[in-house]
């Protein structure tokens, strides 16, 4: 088969190549996952990524082997399952490599099983006898969020499971009422496999003077509760009619291009896009001015525990990324609403249950934005100023899970930066909570709807390729010198400490001590500051998982106990919590295990883990839709240029900028230009004074 190039997605004629080859190879009924293309090995890749960057590409080059990596479960008579990976040679249509996995471990859940544990549900006696018993009002009808069943207790050996958080909704002539608002005490949990459910767990609903008691809810549970609707038409007050258009454009077309294999070019800087149902989109091959920057990138993994500890909430835990999937459940994006301007939307190859090819449409957005100002300097002795806007490369993707949106963006800028960035939105997890009480475990949104406290844990992955694959890291402090008559006889000294990390290590942020860690090649010295030349970025000193460290809780999110993991590069190794996340009681494959193989790390392709956090503990305001909550990682070349790469960023004057109430043609954003006390804009006059260089002429009036 012909492909274009190592790191594009599968085609459909791929997808299908993949699947018959497993279903010649098992002679079984066979349940698909994923089927998606297998990362070549980093050693095979980079030969051919150098012939490509050095213009050497012929048909033929050697490539690396096209192979699918397909995830299903076996399914036996007695219903019950068998996980398994098959590698597939897309050139010969063969299995080329087979994994059974051991079956104590749970693959991520799938849309089909959602949706069977809804149906099971409904079927359910034992389901109906427990919302019989909370005397419902007929206005209302039931709805069902699944979720991942978290981590069993201790000593619990559990076959695979699904949980259910349930709702009344409101019977309505429109489907999108809030069902959110009317929280039900039940939680029903299905034997997935089986089919059926085995036990409904009843909640506490009681607040602050009844601790973790449960049995106080009334007769009438939703009897106090209130709709919360967010859709514009079911409002309770009038959208806002004072806000005017805010267009972006782009008359001549975007400054970026695309091309049909996801390689990006835009602004001196180079990489491709690729898709994996796990983690959505990832960038590869990242390089700027034809200077290599990063190999991978990509986020990694997030765990969304929460705090309340009345029983069963200990099990609310979801590993959004390694129990769901974060490709899986990437929303179709909709032009001029979840990205602005000039769009480029990239699809993603998904497969359904029977393993056939399905394509989602523009799951990952491209566009450019502006950021306010780049650089700017005012020559005060003429006065003339000089103005760059910051532009910037956003590649976006969002992803609805049940109630939380998240949205995720890698952006680049003009000056060599990228920054990632994440935004939590969507409606708050909320449980039933008896009238007039209220809860240390959150906070009341709503009447009889606790918002429970919880934190959402991130982690970013960052393969870094600092002008080649052998790089060191550091991490640098600025520290105070002690004032002493020799070095700092003022006191006002510090000085600036830096320790390369020569083994597999954890380490906290630091805000006190301004921790940055430099991505470093040791073997490339910046001929202006005699330093290697670098990238850095300051870790946030977010909070941290607040679970105990004995808890199960904890234990199976070991990622999220530190800010920065630094580990030997390791092919397929991209999982910070470890490949298989749900019903897990321990982390096992994540970054912990990977440091504690104590590597030697120092000049070596190495890995940085970038962990950060949101402590949420929710508001009124977050209510019945959470403004986004935001987070970002900036990384930044440290010595890498000879000077700011966004020197030639041109100062044009925005053409499209008119001031309010006025018609004038002003300047342009490097023009010699002052203004006088009433505001209009005259030339600087200036004189000059001996010693000091020239300086305007005018008084505190601007006369």
């Known amino acids: ?34 089927i998606y293309s297998v990362e070549p090995a980093k050693a095979e890749l980079i030969k051919f ?20 990596r397909v995830q299903y479960d076996v399914v036996y008579d007695d219903r019950s399952h068998e996980y398994m990976e098959s590698i597939i040679d897309i050139a010969t249509g063969k299995e080329a490599d087979l994994r059974r996995v051991d079956r104590g471990v749970q693959q991520s859940l799938t849309v089909d099983e959602f949706r069977e544990f809804n149906n099971v549900c409904i079927e359910s006696d034992m389901f109906k006898q427990a919302i019989k018993d909370l005397n419902l009002d007929e206005k209302f009808e039931v709805a069902i969020d699944p979720w991942p069943y ?67 809810v009334g007769e009438k549970v939703l009897e ?60 590869h091959d990242v390089h700027y001015d034809g200077r290599s920057v990063l190999y991978r990138l990509s986020l ?8 309340d500890p009345r029983p069963p909430f200990h099990r609310k835990q979801a590993f959004d990324f390694g129990d769901a999937g974060a490709g899986r459940a990437a929303n179709n994006l909709a032009l001029g609403c979840d990205c602005l301007g000039v769009i480029k939307y990239i699809d993603a190859m998904l497969v359904d249950s029977e393993g056939n090819p399905s394509l989602s449409k523009n799951v990952v957005c491209v566009h450019e934005q502006d950021n306010g100002i780049g650089w700017k300097h005012t020559n005060f ?28 963006a890698f952006k680049f800028d003009q000056a060599g930066g990228i920054t990632v960035e994440t935004r939590a939105t969507g409606i708050v997890s909320v449980v039933n909570i008896d009238p007039g009480k209220v809860s240390p475990y959150g906070n009341v949104v709503s009447p009889g709807a606790l ?20 790089n060191t890291i550091v991490t640098e402090e600025s520290l105070p010198i002690p004032m002493n008559p020799k070095t700092n006889p003022f006191g006002n000294g510090y000085e600036v400490v830096g320790r390369a990390v020569t083994k597999s290590s954890a380490i906290h942020a630091s805000p006190f001590t301004n921790l940055t860690v430099k991505m470093t090649n040791p073997n490339k010295i910046n001929p202006i500051s005699q330093r290697p030349v670098a990238y850095k970025f300051i870790p946030s000193p977010s909070q941290l998982i607040l679970a105990d460290p004995e808890s199960i809780v904890a234990k199976r999110a070991a990622f999220a106990h530190h800010h920065i993991w630094v580990t030997k590069y390791k092919d397929h190794e991209l999982f910070a919590a470890g490949e298989f996340t749900n019903q897990s009681q321990k982390e096992v494959g994540g970054v912990a295990d990977a440091v504690a193989r104590n590597d030697t790390v120092e000049n070596e392709d190495v890995v940085v883990w970038n962990v950060f956090g949101l402590t949420h503990n ?36 925005n053409l499209s900028s008119v001031e309010v109430g006025r018609d004038t043609d002003e300047t342009c954003c490097h023009t010699d230009v002052t203004t006088n006390g009433s505001g209009l804009v005259q030339a600087a006059p200036t004189t000059h004074l001996q010693g000091t260089g020239s300086i305007p002429m005018t008084d505190v009036n601007g006369q």
């Open 1 to 34: 088969m012909v492909h274009n190039h190592p790191l594009d997605q599968l085609s459909g004629d791929e997808v299908r190549a993949a699947r018959q080859a497993v279903l010649n190879a098992r002679k079984a009924h066979v349940l698909f996952r994923n």
């Open 49 to 68: 990524l150098n012939a490509e960057h050095a213009g050497t590409l012929s048909p033929e080059t050697p490539r690396p082997p096209r192979r699918a």
């Open 150 to 216: 978290g981590g069993p207790d201790v000593g619990e050996v559990t076959p695979r499971y699904t949980q259910g958080l349930c709702f009344a909704k409101l019977r309505h002539e429109n489907p999108d009422t809030n069902h959110y608002a009317f929280p039900l005490p039940i939680i029903p949990v299905m034997d997935t496999y089986k089919k059926e459910i085995i036990r409904i767990d009843r909640l506490a609903t009681g607040g602050t003077e009844d601790g973790l008691a449960s049995g106080t």
């Open 224 to 283: 106090h509760c209130r709709p919360a609707e967010y859709v514009p038409e079911l409002l309770d007050r009038p959208v806002r009619n004072d806000l005017k258009p805010l267009n972006v454009l782009q008359p001549e077309g975007p400054s970026f291009t695309v091309g049909d294999d996801s390689l990006v070019e835009w602004q001196k800087w180079r990489f491709r896009v690729g898709f994996t149902p796990r983690e959505c989109a990832v960038l």
């Open 300 to 307: 990694s993994e997030m765990t969304v525990p929460y705090g």
């Open 381 to 408: 002795r003429t006065n003339r100023a000089v103005v760059a806007r910051s532009r910037e490369l956003v590649v976006q993707f969002i992803i609805t899970l049940a109630n939380y949106e998240y949205i995720f």
């Open 451 to 470: 918002a429970q406290n919880h934190q959402h844990i991130f982690a970013v992955r960052i393969d870094p390729a600092i002008d080649g694959h052998a």
């Open 618 to 653: 929710p508001r009124v305001e977050d209510w019945p839709v959470m403004p986004v909550e935001i987070h970002q990682l900036h990384l930044r070349p440290a010595d890498f240029f000879d000077r700011n790469p966004a020197l030639d960023v041109p100062a044009n004057k």
